[in-house]
């Protein structure tokens, strides 16, 4: 497996102008402008935790005040409704007994299927239960700690170091690490000192990109993965997002963004155009960068691996 520098120069070019998509004050999904900061931060941090795959059968979807959503979009817009219901809904202390009952009633309204319902509130519990032992039940004081650091060292953890207290947060590649960070970013919750360490978190839809564009080039040996007929690895999967998130960060450098704008783009087209059953080349602004215009990898998907990190 290798990074293609060609390819990292032409999407370079295809996505320097490209602009921050995601607004962290849609109160469709999040709280509104304003709120107390513990409030907002533990919103954040609880709901990114059981931010992955959320589909069984490729269905997690509802209509809600006339709009349709689904996957993640579905997840915040739920828990949305109950924050402004109940805030304190997400604090350390009420999810530390947080029952399935209750999860249920959030996240799986009638006729709405979740999957691994049961994981995603053990990974919810333990979060609680570190954040009252570690940080006195408020998430601010482990925001403060990272002192504005993404990256620290043992002696005085950064936020990344921080966060794999939690199962959770425990992915080798980070993803769910990033994407918090990309939030807190944007509400101006944090503003780390070492942008230099920020990188992009790496789920699915990336994944395919890198490969589809040939950003990433894999020896044939991987094509049976690329055509799902077996699940791979976890050490697959995690070397494959880690050299993901690498290409990735070349091609920010190259195009003089950041990796969270990056992020944003990529993470858009690959829920609208460059999506894994049947993508759509010819509506495609990267194509040009794309290995044969589109037509060289566009058959591959991204290996399926069973995990809670992405
Ligand atoms: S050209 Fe096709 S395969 Fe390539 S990135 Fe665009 S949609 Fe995906």
Known sequence: MRIDLERVRKLAEKVSDVKPILNAFDERFFPEKGVEKE??????LFLTAIDHRTRVDNIYHKEIDGELFFGSDLLFRLAKLKYNEDPEFYTAKSMERLSF?????????????????DLRVTLLRDLGS?????????????IEMAEERIKGTPMKPGLLELLKSFIAYTDPAEKKSYLLMKFLERRGLF????????????????????IRTGLLRLEKSWYPLLRNERRSTLEEDVALRLMTRAAFKQVAEEAKITPFVLDDFLWSHGRTICMRDGPLCEECSIRTACLGGGSWFSWAKEPFNENWYY
């Open 191 to 210: 503003s780390p000192k070492d942008p230099e360490n920020q990188q992009v978190p790496v789920d699915n839809h990336l994944i395919r990109i890198a």
């Open 101 to 117: 009952k209750e999860f249920k009633e959030v996240f799986m309204p009638e006729g709405v299927t979740l999957r691994d319902p």
């Open 130 to 142: 570190k954040l009252i032992r570690l940080y006195d039940g408020r998430t601010i004081n482990l």
């Open 39 to 44: 409030l907002v931060t533990s919103y954040f």
